[in-house]
């Protein structure tokens, strides 16, 4: 029932040998097994539970543990195309500035660093002309409504006849690349995501817009302005790029505030694909350590031989299941104003909340029940 690596992750390592580290940090990691092994027997002990421990421990209140879980989807509405402006357009249907670049610079050519006045119908000046018009043959005219269509066809297609742009995809957990610098205007760029924190149920907490990439700096950034104090921070954050983060606090020294209230953990698919090569997370993002090290984030159940075995005590995927929804209404929300953006979003997500809390209130109503008339109830109903 226990693992004695603490690499070890429950729910895929019980039958399996744990791939050993790689590169930097190797012995270390070989360290951390042999001590854990000395510890083997008194882990094994601690989960062998009887009834007669936790009849004698039924009494004490356990203290509460809180996990959330982060995560995002790829989805936004557009901004003011200026360098580092995310205010709204001035104009949604074929505008890149908003209200106050569209006084400086709406009469200005749209290649970048050009302040001659354009010349109509265009939208760049005599010099430039022939960058403006390349821009329109490849991607329709129609004030440039369908270039973002066009453009993720092109990736997604993959089809002769559409522009093609050749790239290589980045795995969520690589270092973020240097973002291209645009050359013009032509196009106003969007919001790269929508990160929402969840409780495991499915609740939501909080949620933003991230503008060009979900960086640990932004992600630190949230977190540090959804919990500004001590006694408001989680025990756990799951997230799947936990160890960038955890690398990031404590290169610029927010671990420093962190590391007395939380621990950052990834989801069980990112940690087997990465705890063959970085120490950092192979020793503290581990989301559920077989080898009993971390009882918070696992309880033991029974099965229907009396069998004691470890279950996962929280929903690291909530937020996995919330953007799924979510997802389906990229479609609508994505043409929409950043304030319409951001009221639709909200309004949905409370709704979402309520009903998870109605849901939530029922089971426990159901289980309260359950256990004053020691009925099954989902029995009886069938």
């Known amino acids: 029932i226990t693992g004695d690596d603490p690499a070890a992750v429950l729910g895929v390592d019980e039958n399996h040998q744990v791939p050993v580290l790689v590169g930097e940090g190797a012995e270390l990691a070989i360290e951390d ?34 996990l959330v879980v982060m995560d995002g989807v790829v989805m936004g509405p557009t901004h003011c195309a200026f360098d580092d402006c995310i205010e709204e357009l001035e104009n949604a249907r074929g505008g890149v500035f ?37 821009h329109v043959i490849r991607y329709g005219w129609q004030s440039l409504l369908g270039i973002r269509r066009l453009i993720r066809c092109s990736d997604e297609e993959r ?54 990439a979900e960086s640990p700096t932004n992600i630190l950034n949230f977190l540090a302005a959804v919990y500004p104090t ?18 990031t606090a404590i290169s610029n020294g927010a671990w420093n505030i962190w590391k007395e209230t939380t621990q950052f953990i990834v989801d069980s698919y990112h940690y087997i694909n990465h705890r063959t090569n970085d120490y950092l997370c192979r020793k503290w993002c581990n989301p559920a350590p077989l080898n009993g090290s971390a009882p918070n984030l696992m309880v033991v159940e029974y099965d229907i031989n009396g069998n004691p075995h470890y279950k996962r005590a929280f929903n690291t995927q909530a937020c996995e299941q919330l953007n799924a929804w979510i997802g389906g209404f990229q479609g609508i929300v994505n043409r929409m104003t950043i304030y ?43």
């Open 33 to 66: 097994a042999a001590r854990a092994r000395l510890n083997a027997q008194l882990a094994a002990d601690a989960m062998d539970v009887d009834h007669s421990s936790q009849s004698s421990s039924s009494a004490e209140e356990p203290s509460p543990v809180k």
């Open 159 to 212: 089809v002769a006849w559409l522009p093609q742009r050749n790239h290589q995809e980045q795995p969520h957990d690589d270092e973020a690349n240097p973002q291209n610098r645009r050359d013009n205007y032509f196009v106003p760029p969007r919001f790269y995501c929508v990160e929402t924190i969840c409780a495991p149920c499915g609740a939501v907490h909080a949620w933003t817009l991230f503008d060009k």
């Open 98 to 134: 908003c209200a106050q670049h569209e006084m400086t610079h709406g009469n200005l050519c749209r290649m970048r660093d050009c302040d001659r006045p354009k010349v109509p119908p265009g939208h760049t000046c005599a010099t430039h002309t022939n960058c403006w018009y390349q």
């Open 230 to 247: 001590p006694d408001e921070r989680p025990d756990y954050v799951c997230i799947d790029k936990a160890c960038m983060v955890l690398h």
């Open 340 to 382: 319409n953006f951001k009221w639709f979003l909200h309004a949905m997500l409370f709704i979402h909340t309520q009903r998870v809390i109605r849901k939530q209130k029922k089971k426990d109503t159901m289980e309260d029940e359950e256990d004053e008339e020691g009925i099954d109830i989902e029995e009886e109903e069938e």
